[in-house]
């Protein structure tokens, strides 16, 4: 850097005269904020003017994109607004799952998972979508056979999220399979599986949000708000799941433009 041009920037770490011991050695842990601060600028003065980052083009076949909304939720229909007293209910009940689940995170880590649980990559959305769903909600079959019977079958009807699953979910594959979900049900309907996977989800986010994670559960707000403004049938079973999403996104994680007027 040219003299004149280093003169006109300030210096980020100041570093002053002081007295360094004789036996200064850079490469071993500082002692003292002068040693910390001095082999601060050692190692900045090393790095290049310039660096290429290396970038696997790959990676690069999904674009990637900024939904940007300052709207806020669709009211619920006449009826079916949530009282105040049910919101603060559900959330402190939602705090309750939390604090456990991180209180034995471990615990449920180091359980075994059964034989027929394979776990998929986290970039798979279309494995997560099958895991989460179930090949008959994924496959959009309606009605079952007559004579056949699930059982136990999670490769037709999901598996739940069960605790020795979610504990072994680091923050990247959390936000990735809300953000498969979120865009799954952005254009197919609510189904009991998608409401079990999206409650365990939330449960699973760690406060404070990344930006990315505050930007899908604002988006899964609206999306809920949407289909339960459009419920026809006025099933109180997925209103109520409905609500409980939209309390939940508004009021323990801080969206309140986005909270339910109480009724």
């Not at 007293?85 to 959330?91: F, G, I, M």
């Amino acid at each position: 850097m040219e003299p004149g041009l280093e003169e006109l920037m300030p210096r980020l770490l100041p570093v002053g005269d002081c007295d360094l011991a004789e036996d200064f050695d850079p490469t071993v842990p500082p002692r003292t904020p002068q040693e910390y601060l001095k082999r601060v600028q050692i190692e900045a003065a090393r790095c290049p003017d310039v660096v290429v980052a290396q970038i696997d083009p790959r990676k690069l076949k999904k674009k990637p994109t900024v939904n940007i909304s300052i709207s806020g939720c669709q009211p619920a229909p006449e009826g079916y607004s949530p009282t105040l007293k049910w919101q603060q209910q559900q959330v402190a009940n939602f705090s309750a799952v939390r604090q456990s689940l991180n209180k034995h995170r471990n615990h449920w880590r180091s359980q075994h998972l059964d034989s027929n649980v394979t776990m998929p990559k986290s970039e798979d959305e279309e494995g997560w979508k099958k895991f989460c769903l179930g090949e008959r909600v994924y496959s959009e079959v309606d009605a079952l056979s007559d004579n056949e019977n699930l059982g136990i079958d999670y490769l037709k009807v999901g598996f739940p999220p069960l605790l020795s699953i979610v504990s072994r979910m680091n923050q990247a594959t959390v936000t990735s399979v809300l953000e498969y979900l979120i865009s799954w049900f952005g254009e197919k309907k609510f189904t009991p599986e998608l409401g079990r996977w999206l409650y365990a989800l939330l449960a699973c986010l760690e406060k404070p949000l990344l930006p990315e994670a505050h930007s899908l559960i604002r988006q899964l707000a609206r999306r809920c708000s949407e289909v339960r403004a459009l419920e026809e049938s006025k099933n109180e079973e997925q209103i109520s799941a409905l609500n409980l999403i939209i309390c939940l996104v508004s009021r323990y994680f801080d969206q309140r433009d986005l909270a339910d007027e109480p009724s």
